[in-house]
């Protein structure tokens, strides 16, 4: 089972700053099977990132995704109070088995 | 716009079985091109791949949920849903229903707005 690990565990920001979540995979993984989703409170997540780089529909270009093999990374570039949120990442294997990383928070400094 | 919608039980007591229904709107369950998938996520915490089902009835589960899950698909009502048997309080989460494209990396496009299940005795 690959396992997702995500840091920082909370990330305290203020709204303009760069910000770079960090998603690692405990063995080399497809880039199009890794996700990014974002998380506001009472919400369902919703997807932002797949195939590792690639933004879904309606995502603003401040919000990218890169990487490769096990280090996988979403930077926004300049942070808006909307984006204050729980950010996920999340593969998928060939098992078939669905994992999600644990999360990162980010917060308002 | 695709909606999915999920509908359940209240509250419920330890060693119940579980049944929820996810309701498709704006496409279609019958179609090709995507999973149907549910998801759980505990208060508090993180999220939990329960399973998926296509439309023919073939289904992928957790490994660590497979001895208690079902999911089925109901094709003319445009509906799938999933039991969960012998529920106890670790199973306390927030249910998901969700679209699964199959052909763009096997993420989740849409999600329901989910619905809490308590277990509690």
């Known amino acids: 089972e690959i396992v997702l690990t995500q840091s920082p565990g909370t990330l305290s920001l203020s709204p303009g700053e760069r910000a770079i979540l960090s998603c690692r995979a405990s063995?080399?993984?497809?880039?199009?099977?890794l996700t990014w989703y974002q998380q506001k409170p009472g919400q369902a997540p919703s997807l932002l990132i797949y195939?590792?780089?690639s933004r879904a529909t309606g995502i603003p270009d401040r919000f990218s995704g890169s990487g490769s093999g096990t280090d996988f990374t979403l930077t926004i570039s300049r942070l808006e109070p909307e984006d204050f949120a729980v950010y996920y990442c999340?593969?998928?294997?060939?098992?078939?088995?669905?994992?999600f990383g644990q999360g990162t928070r980010l917060e308002i400094k | 716009q695709v909606q999915l919608q999920e509908s359940g039980p209240g509250p419920m007591k330890p060693s119940e079985t579980l049944s929820l229904t996810c309701a498709v709107s704006?496409?279609?369950?019958?179609?090709?091109?995507?999973?149907w998938s549910w998801i759980r996520q505990p208060p508090g915490k993180g999220l939990e791949w329960i399973g998926y089902?296509?439309?023919?009835?073939?289904?992928n589960y957790n490994p660590s949920l497979k001895s208690r899950v079902t999911m089925s698909v109901a094709t003319s009502k445009n509906q799938f849903s999933l039991k969960l048997t012998s529920v106890t309080a670790a199973d306390t989460a927030v249910y998901y229903c969700?679209?699964?494209?199959?052909?763009?990396?096997?993420?989740?496009?849409?999600w329901g707005q989910g619905t809490l299940v308590t277990v509690s005795s």
């Open positions: 999340q593969h998928y294997d060939s098992s078939p088995l669905i994992t």
């Open positions: 704006g496409g279609s369950v019958s179609s090709g091109s995507y999973y």
């Open positions: 063995q080399s993984v497809s880039n199009y099977y």
């Open positions: 195939g590792a780089s």
């Open positions: 089902i296509f439309y023919t009835g073939s289904t």
């Open positions: 969700a679209r699964m494209p199959r052909y763009s990396g096997n993420n989740f496009d849409y």
